[in-house]
């Protein structure tokens, strides 16, 4: 998602992203169409809206570090299981995740509008598992070219975010809870999935002009890879 030096801590990181995200995005939709028939509409949802906490429970149990952003739904989740189940509407679920996901553009793009960029914290976490490494890092992409790269990013996601979330929302007023459930996760993925190819296309040209920042892996960089 953002730009990284080592090939290996970038490999592994992304992989994770991967099997984190996943299950997030597709469980959901088989728990509601495998529990819809026998709970109902709302009932199914309240279970599926449920993933990430339970992803965030097993992993304390395990004694890992609970996943970011399912600990960033949690407490949405929560507020809009309660409204859900208050006002006897499954709208509010429906709509939690386009909410989460403007709120997250707002906070890329308030973060570019501060000077301190989302962005560059996430590439820093997925650059190393070291902490000195990491530390270079932050050295080296606290110049202010290196700074505006990530401001710049964190503006394109910003806007992605706010983008994603308006249509979420839009979806979760306008079509039926199964229709949402169906057309969520790949709309979700694809742009998710366009959202990285850009960013790394965006820097993989600020690093041909200055490789001296060092903000992707050699393989990334070069123009032919």
Not at 26 to 55: E, H, K, M, N, Q
Not at 113 to 123: D, H, V
Not at 158 to 173: E, N, S
């Amino acid at each position: 998602m953002t730009p990284v030096t080592d090939d290996q801590p970038f490999k592994g990181h992304i992989r994770s992203m991967v099997a984190n995200m996943l299950p997030g995005v597709v469980l959901p939709t088989i728990i509601y169409f495998t529990l819809r028939s026998s709970l109902g509409v709302l009932l199914a949802l309240v279970a599926a809206s449920c993933v990430p906490g339970v992803d965030a429970l097993v992993r304390l149990i395990r004694g890992r570090a609970p996943n970011g952003f399912a600990l960033l739904f949690i407490p949405s989740t929560g507020l809009s299981v309660g409204l859900a189940t208050w006002l006897h509407s499954p709208v509010f679920i429906l709509a939690r995740g386009g909410v989460t996901s403007a709120a997250m553009g707002l906070a890329f793009a308030l973060s570019a509008l501060l000077g301190k960029p989302l962005t560059r914290t996430m590439a820093l976490h997925l650059s190393s598992d070291q902490h000195e490494g990491r530390r270079r890092l932050a050295e080296r992409w606290g110049h202010p070219r290196a700074t505006s790269v990530f401001r710049m990013l964190a503006v394109g996601w910003g806007v992605l975010l706010l983008l994603m979330g308006g249509q979420q929302v839009l979806l979760a007023l306008s079509a039926s809870p199964g229709l949402v459930m169906i057309l969520e996760p790949p709309v979700h993925l694809t742009v998710t999935a366009l959202g990285i190819v850009s960013s790394v296309l965006y820097v993989r040209r600020i690093q041909v002009a200055h490789p001296e920042l060092g903000l992707l892996p050699a393989r990334f960089a070069s123009p032919a890879a």
